[in-house]
């Protein structure tokens, strides 16, 4: 069996960084106008600057977290090596594929352009 790679996605990268900004953006308005600040504008600056700054100093590390599938094992970023028969579960959250063992352990093969992909080959390399 040929090996399979799951590298991340520069755009499914910043497309969960938008997402995660507007989410930033409307808590911390929430939050001000909860206090009362006049100026609950500055809640949606504020969120937008931190997911902003976030995801530029992530990047580089986040594009290097490659994941593949050969033989009977995917093999992940730090050493990470899950046989296929262990796989208890895998959902798709966004633009990222977990897997759950039978251990209950979780990982995260993150920012995939098509989840689904990722997905349907994991299932099929599982039968």
Do not use: C
């Not at 960084?17 to 929430?30: D, E, S, Y």
């Not at 700054?53 to 599938?69: A, F, H, K, P, Q």
């Not at 579960?89 to 209950?104: A, F, P």
């Not at 995260?108 to 080959?121: C, F, M, V």
């Amino acid at each position: 069996m040929s090996e399979t790679v799951f590298p991340p996605d520069r755009m499914a990268y910043w497309r969960s960084h938008a997402w995660l900004a507007v989410i930033a953006m409307l808590g911390a308005m929430g939050i001000l106008w909860v206090m009362g600040n006049p100026h609950v504008w500055t809640g949606a600056i504020g969120g937008l600057a931190a997911i902003g700054l976030r995801g530029g100093y992530l990047l580089s590390d986040e594009m290097t977290r490659v994941w593949s599938l050969g033989g009977d094992v995917i093999k992940g970023p730090d050493q990470q090596t899950i046989p296929l028969a262990d796989v208890a579960e895998l959902n798709r959250l966004g633009s990222t594929v977990q897997i759950v063992t039978h251990e209950g352990h979780k990982h995260l093969i993150k920012y995939q352009p098509d989840p689904g992909a990722t997905l349907n080959a994991i299932e099929r390399a599982k039968v």
